[in-house]
């Protein structure tokens, strides 16, 4: 997008501006593709549709350990982008993923974070989720539901921004709107999806239900479409213990396929099962 053609009109057309902007905010446009090393993994995948609100999301499963796993993909990706996760946990877990509306093998040209979140908690009552691990958009969106009680699992966050308006900020500052489009283009935003989605963000201590859990944040510090301090700003706003993994040179996306984070995930897991397992035993009479 030329930012001189959208600096000139968010002057002189303010009110227009905002809403083409807040209409592009919500179209995901080009579909990633599968890569080539990602294709055998979504092979094996059992596939199947569910319906969400008026979506019908594209829902692919491997594995039937007692593991129960969920992966969510972040704004612009799918669901294939997690090959490397799948390949890893699918021995000892069962594992759901899905693409978001307007995403990947689902229908749909625009998509919001409710979606994800309406997916999200529509799988987790099916499958009643162990572990979420969830990257970028997905992220926030898992976070959210965490915070909101609407699932239970442990969330590992991935290169994942802070709020809606970190988002806003980024895609403002990406394609040159002034400060008063921006404001105009919340306000758009948040007429359409209403005040608490366009406003999301992870809250404050005093917000969260009793027992929030303990999440896994890993971010890399050369990250340039979220930068590094989203994680920080996540660990400190998270109303429980947050532990924070930072990596270097593998960037937004392909830290989802490095081995170091994915040992990370595997010990984040293992670590979660046990507190659940202490949890709920019950002790000797």
Do not use: C, K
Request: aromatic residues 4%.
């Amino acid at each position: 997008m030329d930012t001189r053609w959208v600096d000139a009109a968010s002057r002189r057309m303010p009110r227009v501006t905002a809403r083409i902007a807040a209409a592009a905010m919500l179209a995901p446009g080009r579909r990633m593709r599968v890569r080539p090393g990602q294709r055998e993994t979504m092979t094996r995948a059992a596939r199947e549709t569910l319906i969400v609100g008026r979506h019908r999301v594209a829902v692919y499963r491997w594995g039937t350990g007692e593991r129960r796993m969920l992966l969510v993909h972040g704004w612009q990706g799918r669901a294939a982008q997690f090959a490397e996760v799948v390949s890893r946990f699918e021995e000892s877990a069962t594992i759901v993923a899905f693409d978001a509306p307007a995403h990947g093998g689902s229908r749909g040209i625009t998509a919001d974070i409710g979606m994800w979140i309406q997916t999200i908690r529509a799988l987790d009552a099916q499958f009643d989720f162990d572990v979420v691990v969830a990257h970028s958009f997905g992220g926030l969106a898992a976070l959210r539901a965490r915070l909101a009680g609407l699932v239970r699992a442990q969330v590992v966050a991935i290169s994942a921004p802070p709020s809606t308006g970190a988002v806003m900020h980024a895609y403002a500052t990406q394609v040159g709107l002034t400060d008063a489009v921006a404001s105009r283009v919340n306000e758009a935003l948040a007429r359409r999806l209403g005040p608490v989605m366009a406003s999301i963000a992870m809250g404050s201590r005093a917000d969260a239900p009793a027992g929030a859990s303990q999440i896994l944040v890993i971010h890399d510090r050369a990250d340039r479409a979220v930068p590094v301090v989203a994680a920080r700003t996540i660990e400190s706003t998270w109303p429980d213990a947050a532990t924070l993994m930072l990596t270097d040179g593998l960037g937004h996306n392909r830290i989802l396929a490095a081995p170091p984070v994915l040992d990370a995930i595997a010990s984040f897991a293992a670590d979660a099962s046990h507190a659940d397992a202490s949890a709920q035993a019950v002790p000797a009479a």
